[in-house]
């Protein structure tokens, strides 16, 4: 696989803050790569050094082979960034916001306006086109933020959590939007820290925490390394004890699995070989926990990023989404 | 050819949504005329145009010029669109020099207005036009490279207009506008002649009234090291703080 993208040992770091710690990987061309992590696991530093918006303190970035450590200006060309937050102009339209975005990368005006209308067609915006940016909804302002990021025609394009705090209708337009992109061969890079957005889009995927690589690899790669494990849901009515608490207790009972929140009515009890479920739910009931349900499930990329990380995904979910 | 695409499309823009807004244009003209009124009445026996005239319209471009800048960077910053600029393929210098180029025409416009009032309503008579077009070209670089400094160094809108207004009043008199250099205590002359509007208005006395206190031609020399000085010190520090 051609990469298109290659960092080595990238370091990056604000005084005593490691925001990035000695990682690499690369970015196939044609491919959707995806950063997953919880909060300040280094995932948009990551983004704004290859971007160009902040600068590295070690390591070096390839792009098609060329060194361009410290001379990202030279590709900017070539990439498209989509932030974490919307940031076109409030006063301008739709319109007029992607002529503009166009004209920073030295389109001609006539190329720029055909090109302005096609994007606003195909990110089903024509009807606002005209509206300024101002009044346009949340999930309306994220596909007008992707069409503007893309309206130079970039190779890659980095998308920092496109998803995150938009409606689930305007979400699913965004992933089926970054599959079209990718299947007419921009490569994506894309940080998020829903599982089932990385799962469904990415080609492979980073586990990325306090800005370290965990692991790379396909979903299916990381799903293989656990599915030998015994994944038993436990559904509960409520719980009156502090979670934590509870949670060191099971871990101190039963050494030999792993047991996880999985929100606020479900652990997640996970074990390399069989689990015997009785004792657990004994220890829970002796808790004052009413169980509703215990099932045998099969792993997923869930199961195998809580069990590399030990990050609880419906805290990761709760803290991205009150930012 | 892209370079020019992406300059002009940032001035026109900037020109579009900031600068030629109504409520500025209408300051445009009310300032420099309120300042006109304001010292004709005070000082109605014994007006002289040519005394007033250099002040109003270096107080013009001063106040226009800074203000509108600092606001604009900081607003654009703050709401994270300046990232784009920072992301498009275009160089540092070349940005610094779309984002000022708006507000320097904002600040040559500005100075039309008390130009127009001292030359068709008090016959003002200018001694020398090509002097005062370019002493009215460097003070509104050097006003508005001011005020990016002033940008560069605020993080809220607020702050830009505290920082501006910090700078420029205690400017305003330390110049030699209203009150002749020599007058001031020694101690604090220093400091006019660190200023660069000094030599900016010490250009637009010579155009008008040759009523100047410097060489004319050390004046402008100073003006083009301050306005080249402060290009270089912004992008160093926008390179700096804002690709950190």
New interface residues.
Partial sequence: MESIIEVKNLTKD?GNLIAVDNISFSINKGEIFGFLGPNAAGKTTTINIL?????ITSGKIFYKDNDITNKI?KI??FIG?V?D?S??????TGYENLC??A??????RSKREKKARELLEVFQLSEASHRRFRTYSKGMKRKLTIA?SIVHEPEILFLDEPTTGIDVASSRQIRNLIKKLNSNGTTIFLTTHYIEEAERLCSRIAFIKNGRIIKIGTAGNFIEDIKESNVIEVLFDSVSVDKNILLKRLNQNFPDVECIFKNENTIKIISPGKIDISPIVSFLSSNNIYILEAKLIKPTLEDAFVKMTGIEIDIMKKEKEKK | ???F??F???LL?DMK?YYLKPPNISWGIIFPFAWMLMLFIKSQSAFNINDTFPGIVAMSILFGTTSMLAVTITFERK???F?????????TELLVFSKVSGAILFGILNSIIPILISVLYFKSAVLNWYLLFTGIILLSIVSTLLGLSIAVSAKEVFEAQTFSNFFRFPMIFLCGLFIPIASLPFYIRPVSYILPITYGVDVLKYAISKSNSMPVLLDIILLIIFCVGLFYFSIFNIRKKW??
């Fill in positions: 604000y971007t160009g918006m902040a600068k200006k900017q060309r960034v932030p937050e940031n076109l102009y409030e006063e301008l503009f975005c004209s920073l990368y030295g389109i001609f503007a | 050819m892209k370079s695409i992406a002009w499309n940032i823009k949504n709401s994270r669109s990232e784009r600029l920072l992301l498009a393929p275009i160089s690709i950190v």
